[in-house]
């Protein structure tokens, strides 16, 4: 049975015991007493008392902590691998990439944190030497981290890692559905002896145990992977003392697809988009408008590279679809679809639940063509593998259309014009742009705009959100 890691302690949770489910076959994977308020609370007091020490440490004693966990985890990668996926239902290619998001996170991070400087301003109306201006870095305080359940390593990994290198300590808080990868973290944590009160990593009900985090004082920063009204929810509740907040929320990603495209191979790139992890991620294609010239062409070549895919889970062979987090999350699935059809869009393939697999969450990948705007399917955030396809004309009114959400986190464009992308790159309202299948990495910032988040996750600017700025004017 999982643990709690409270203050360097592995410990029950003391309230209610809960069941993980594996949502390939909804079988129990294992179980775990839940944290309560009152352990919320003194995991806060912890991480309070922990960075007041942990803040003052070497750069390079942070670093050595930061890699000594690192090691841990590639030593366990297998299990964790095994953890991930049969918590969210990751095969194991999406589980491994997941696993090693986390290990390339703590190296990332204990690089980056040597690059965290200072500056000095010259004084204009005196004497070289009279008086200096000088700023530096600290670190903020105990931060908290709500983890979504997509990424249960990867999220965790982006907000655990900047923490601990910075000097500032940390709760990390797992989706309640994907908890158990991210706890063992914390037997790991344990393991190698992890100065107590730097991480603590517990589970446990939102209305309780997240409330309790947000609502209290000592925090200095929440950080928070979710929906927009999770976001709203999260202010809502921090708002009983001054606090920074660095949120990832949530996508309705437009993909605008040229004439001039190889359509085959945009094909490929749109199934590979919407079938890995069943699209459940928050970057992931939304509305894909499609130029008329090439629109019956692309359909077709969807459709047919379709047929390769199957049902799957673990290490399964072939081009597989494994299942949604949940049944309740596949039947929404099936409410936007039919949705859709009612509105009059035509399903093309898909959509339905395969045989032999109902007792796991289940949905094949469903085309639809002749989409609207005014369907729930491009309003809302699909989070699934629903492929919406509609045509356009004309570019400027595609992205008309791309920016009528009051989301902005992804956008994408296919095409080779240099003018069409300079055009698309110039109108798109979205937080990052991807230009014919290109990805991002560690190095470059992760954010969005409107409603889609505030601050940044990866790169040296996520780093600094873990600082505040001290200005020091002296005279010799």
């Given at each position: ?5 409270i ?9 209610k ?8 076959d ?8 839940l944290a309560t ?6 995991a ?22 930061m890699?000594?966990?690192?090691e841990a ?11 991930v996926?049969?918590e ?9 990439g ?26 204009l109306?005196?004497a070289?030497?009279?008086s ?17 359940w ?7 990994s ?17 989706s ?13 944590a344990?393991k ?22 947000n ?11 979710g ?24 996508g309705n ?6 004439d ?17 992890f069943a699209?459940?991620t928050c970057?992931?294609y ?10 019956s062409?692309?359909v077709d070549a969807?459709?047919?590279?379709l ?5 799957g ?16 999350a596949?039947d929404r ?13 035509k ?5 339905n ?17 002749d ?11 699909i ?5 919406p396809?509609?045509?356009?004309s ?8 791309a920016?009528?959400t ?12 240099a ?27 992760h ?5 889609s ?7 040296f600017?996520?780093?600094e ?12």
């Amino acid at each position: 049975m999982f643990k709690q890691y409270i203050n360097g302690k592995l410990v029950d949770g003391l309230g209610k015991r809960a069941d993980v489910i594996n949502p390939a076959d909804g079988s129990v994977i294992d179980s775990l007493y839940l944290a309560t308020k009152e352990q919320a609370e003194e995991a806060l007091e912890a991480a309070a008392r922990a960075f007041k020490t942990w803040s003052k440490t070497s750069v390079n004693e942070r670093i050595s902590w930061m890699l000594k966990l690192r090691e841990a985890c590639i030593n366990e990668r297998e299990k964790l691998i095994e953890l991930v996926s049969a918590e969210s239902g990751r095969p194991y290619p999406a589980a491994a990439g997941d696993v090693d998001w986390f290990i390339t996170s703590c190296g990332f991070y204990s690089d980056e944190v040597k690059r965290v400087l200072g500056m000095s301003f010259p004084v204009l109306d005196k004497a070289p030497g009279a008086s200096l201006h000088l700023v530096e870095r600290q670190p903020i305080g105990v931060v908290v981290g709500h983890v979504a359940w997509n990424y249960p390593l990867g999220n965790a990994s982006i907000k655990l890692c900047p923490s601990v290198v910075s000097g500032c300590a940390c709760i990390i808080k797992p989706s309640s559905q994907t908890p158990l990868a991210t706890l063992y973290i914390g037997e790991l944590a344990a393991k190698i002896g992890f100065p107590a009160g730097v991480i603590n990593i517990i589970s446990g009900p939102s209305g309780e145990v997240a409330k309790t985090l947000n609502s209290s004082s000592i925090p200095k920063m929440i950080t928070l992977i979710g929906s927009s009204e999770t976001g709203l929810q999260v202010m809502r509740e921090a708002a009983t003392s001054v606090k920074k907040f660095s949120f990832e929320l949530g996508g309705n990603a437009p993909v605008v697809v040229m004439d001039d495209v190889d359509v085959d191979q945009v094909a490929a790139n749109i199934i590979a988009k919407k079938v890995t992890f069943a699209g459940q991620t928050c970057v992931n294609y939304n509305r894909i408008y499609v130029h008329e010239k090439v629109y019956s062409k692309l359909v077709d070549a969807v459709e047919e590279q379709l047929k390769q895919i199957v049902p799957g889970k673990w290490k399964d062979p072939g081009y597989i679809i494994c299942p949604m987090i949940d049944k309740k999350a596949r039947d929404r699935m099936i409410e936007l679809i039919d949705d859709a059809v009612a509105a009059g869009a035509k399903l093309v393939s898909g959509g339905n639940i395969p045989e032999g697999y109902e007792a796991g969450s289940y949905i094949m990948p469903a085309l639809l063509k002749d989409v609207t705007d005014d369907m729930r399917v491009s309003k809302e955030e699909i989070f699934g593998p629903i492929i919406p396809i509609q045509p356009f004309s004309e570019l400027n009114e595609a992205l008309e259309k791309a920016n009528n959400t009051i989301y902005g986190l992804s956008a994408y464009f296919f095409g080779h014009r240099a003018p069409d992308i300079a055009k698309a790159c110039q109108a798109f309202e979205a937080g990052e742009i991807f230009v014919n299948g290109a990805g991002g990495n560690e190095f470059v910032p992760h954010s969005g705009v409107k409603q889609s988040g505030i601050g940044c996750d990866k790169s040296f600017w996520s780093l600094e959100e873990y600082f505040d700025f001290k200005y020091l004017s002296v005279i010799p």
